[in-house]
Each structure stands twice: as C-alpha cells, then as structure tokens.
T-cell receptor, first 111, second 112 residues
C-alpha cells in the first residue's frame, strides 16, 4: 500500500538553529513529491515539487531534496515566521491526480 | 484576487441536516479536488473532477455528492449529516492532474 510518513511529528527550534524534516514514502514509480506549508486556519500552501532522485529545490531558507525512498526539507537559520505545519505528499502512478499526504511536521521556531 | 475560494468558512449544523459547500477557482485550472482533513490534520482526497468529469471517487459514503457546473466550480453536497462528518473540508485545483495543487482556506464543518 502506498504510504507517506513524516518525522518528527513536532519540532521546536531556536531562531537560527538549522534542522531537517523527513518524509519517507513507499510508492513505486513516483510521479512527483510535493512539499506544502500550512498555517493555522489556512489551506496548504505549495512550496516545491520534486520529480527524480537527486533533484533539489530552494526557496529562501528552505531547501528540499529527494532520494529514491525519502525527501528532506532543510531549514537553514529559521525565523519565527517559519513556524507552521509542513506537509509532504506524493503522486503515485496508479491514480491520476490523487495525492497521498503524510501527517505533517509541526515546526515551532522560538525567538 | 483569491485563487481558490470556498464558502462558507464555518458551518455549524445539526445531525441529520443537508448542507452544501461551494468552491470556485479563478486560476483557469482544469482539475479540481475535494479533501477532508480530520482532527489529526491528516488530509485525504475524496473526489477529483477534470473539466466537469468525475475522475477520482474515493471510498466516500454516497451521502457526499460533488457537482461541477463548469470547470471553475466544484461544489460538495452532504445529505443526512453525521457526527463523524465533522472535519475541515478543502477544495483544491491544479493546471494538470500531475501538477501542484492549490488549496482554498477550508470549510470547518461542525455537527452538533
């Protein structure tokens, strides 16, 4: 069964303390891996798409990487405004348009 | 200039009632989706439509009926609401079925 697991469930960092979030998946024939940010009371906001192992994408303090079994979201020198829930989702080959989401990592960055 | 908009934002109603949630996107996308996010924040797809045609229909009770009058709108009607239907429902759209999906801000449904 296609599955996405994110770790840790919650992460507390001090401002400026870099770290990484993990997303592991059991999907054969991946057709895309997506990272989203969700703020309380809002919908998920699209961050990155990765399609093949070795691919990397960057946006400000965030960098997403992809291997054959997992993806990492690296956060460099985070600021309090980076506090949010980060969701990972995969697009399996079997169902067109269907995204399978992980349960998310809730990040809190303290000043 | 909201991209994906849902109404209402909050919906509080009694068990057994029938209610609808509306979704509109102004991105010119061909595909639209409904997701349910439970109390543990887990997002699960319910339906998807491509240019008014139903593409995905996950294992959802037939009390839930999506309707797409045109490719910019996808509404969700729910009959005979149950306590377990309490959740946040998100609408999303994408340019192509394999592309990134853009979400609305959700409708929080609470059943009393």
């Amino acid at each position: 069964e296609d599955q996405v697991t994110q770790s840790p469930e919650a992460l507390r960092l001090q401002e400026g303390e870099s770290s990484s979030l993990n997303c592991s998946y059991t999907v054969s024939g991946l057709r895309g891996l997506f990272w989203y940010r969700q703020d309380p009371g809002k919908g998920p906001e699209f961050l990155f798409t990765l399609y093949s192992a070795g691919e990397e994408k960057e946006k400000e303090r965030l960098k997403a990487t992809l291997t054959k079994k997992e993806s990492f979201l690296h956060i460099t020198a985070p600021k309090p405004e980076d506090s949010a829930t980060y969701l990972c989702a995969v697009h399996p080959p079997s169902n067109t348009g269907k995204l399978i989401f992980g349960q998310g990592t809730t990040l809190q960055v303290k000043p | 200039d909201t991209a994906v908009s849902q109404t209402p934002k909050y919906l509080v109603t009694q068990m057994g009632n029938d209610k609808s949630i509306k979704c509109e996107q102004n991105l010119g996308h061909d595909t639209m989706y409904w997701y349910k996010q439970d109390s543990k924040k887990f997002l699960k797809i319910m339906f998807s439509y491509n240019n008014k045609e139903l593409i995905i229909n996950e294992t959802v009770p037939n009390r839930f009926s999506p309707k797409s009058p045109d490719k910019a709108h996808l509404n969700l009607h729910i009959n005979s609401l149950e306590l377990g239907d309490s959740a946040v429902y998100f609408c999303a759209s994408s340019q192509v079925e394999e592309g990134p999906q853009h979400f609305g801000d959700g409708t929080r449904l609470s059943i009393l």
